[in-house]
């Protein structure tokens, strides 16, 4: 497995060859968050967005951490969520409960950047933690989500890019544009005092400034 890390400007940037050993560094990154803070808190407090996450912490369903995490210990809240029934093919619940919370080993009942879109209003909210959209440029266009002072207040943030189509919207993300540069949720990310951790494979980090994959 070759991995590429790098710290910039307070984040660190991990760069794998494929979507696979992202896969893998990422459940044993999320392993040991959960570990640490069910030591120290007894509790593991986790938020998850939709789309491709769930299929890349698909590992943690895996040996040796389908036998190893604490899940009974897991409170597992939404960052975003589509308004449509659970059971609906766009539900971001159905989507967790199906590809990552019902394999063969029993768990307990559950207790973009979210939904959240360039130069959308929304981005500048500052004090409700939750907020809806009905205008998403993604269906369904009906939402909610959380905001960026919950997301920021995060102790440990992940951002999860795959594939050559999610290059461009990384380099605007990560890298220094200018003051030209679109108001991008990933942009926004920057937690007040916690650690974020962008996660991309060789494609999507292709367009990012001095920076390759490990050979």
Avoid at 107 to 130: I, M, R
Avoid at 160 to 170: D, F, H, I, R
Wanted: one cysteine or more; proline letters at 7%; aromatic letters at 8%.
């Amino acid at each position: 497995m070759s991995i590429s890390g790098v710290e910039k400007d307070r984040r660190e940037l991990r760069i794998h060859e494929n979507a696979a050993e992202l896969s893998s560094n990422l459940a044993e990154y999320i392993a040991e968050l959960s570990e640490a803070a069910v030591k120290e808190r007894g509790v593991f407090a986790v938020a998850l967005s939709g789309g491709s996450l769930i299929t890349l912490m698909g590992k943690l369903c895996e040996a040796p951490y389908i036998k190893t995490v604490d899940w009974a210990k897991w409170y597992i809240f939404w960052a975003d969520e589509r308004v449509v029934a659970k059971n609906h093919a766009d539900s971001n619940y159905k989507l967790a409960k199906d590809g990552l919370f019902s394999k063969e080993e029993p768990y307990p009942g559950l207790p973009v950047v979210a939904s959240l879109f360039p130069n959308h209003f929304v981005l500048n909210e500052k004090d409700q933690w939750v907020t809806f959209i009905t205008d998403s440029p993604k269906p369904p266009p009906e939402r909610i989500t959380f905001t960026f002072p919950v997301i920021n207040s995060a102790s440990n943030v992940a951002v999860v890019v795959t594939g050559s189509s999610k290059a461009e919207a990384a380099h605007l993300a990560i890298d220094d544009i200018g003051p030209d540069s679109p108001q991008l949720p990933a942009r926004m990310v920057q937690p007040i005092k916690g650690k974020l951790v962008w996660f991309l494979d060789a494609e999507a980090a292709s367009r990012l400034d001095g920076i390759k994959a490990s050979e």
